[in-house]
């Protein structure tokens, strides 16, 4: 019968292995790190909420108002509504900006699993 070969040792346990750093965990458990959080907003949800309200105050003013100049309700409601959005999404933003610029200097700082 022949003997059973060595294990061979785990990379920890080797003699060229790099040497853990002070404070470092243990192989097979969880570290945590100090990881910062910075809460922005949504610039895409300001921009079409804008566009939605675009779309709703052209609809309003298309049906109050009556076309002129030989227009169709649906000519002029498209006119508005391209007016309307140019000015909506550019308030959007602009609100998107400040609500960032006013949010953007406390960070939230958390501390999370190392390798997430």
């Known amino acids: 019968m022949s003997e059973p070969s060595p294990t061979p040792p785990r990379a920890d346990e ?10 470092a965990a243990e192989p097979g ?22 566009l939605v309200v675009a779309l ?3 609809a309003v003013v298309a049906a109050v108002t009556d076309p ?6 649906r000519a002029l409601f498209g006119y508005l509504f391209v007016s309307f959005a140019l000015v909506g999404t550019l308030v959007g933003a602009l609100v998107a900006v400040l ?14 699993p190392r390798g997430r």
Do not use: K, M
């Open 14 to 23: 080797r003699e060229d292995a790099p040497a853990r750093p002070e404070g």
């Open 68 to 73: 002129a100049g030989g227009y169709s309700q």
């Open 29 to 50: 458990t969880t570290a945590f790190v100090q990881v910062t959080r910075r809460r922005a907003p949504r610039f895409r949800a300001f921009v079409l909420t804008g």
């Open 99 to 112: 609500a960032d610029r006013r949010t953007g200097t406390r960070p939230a700082r958390r501390r999370r």
């Open 56 to 58: 709703l105050a052209s």
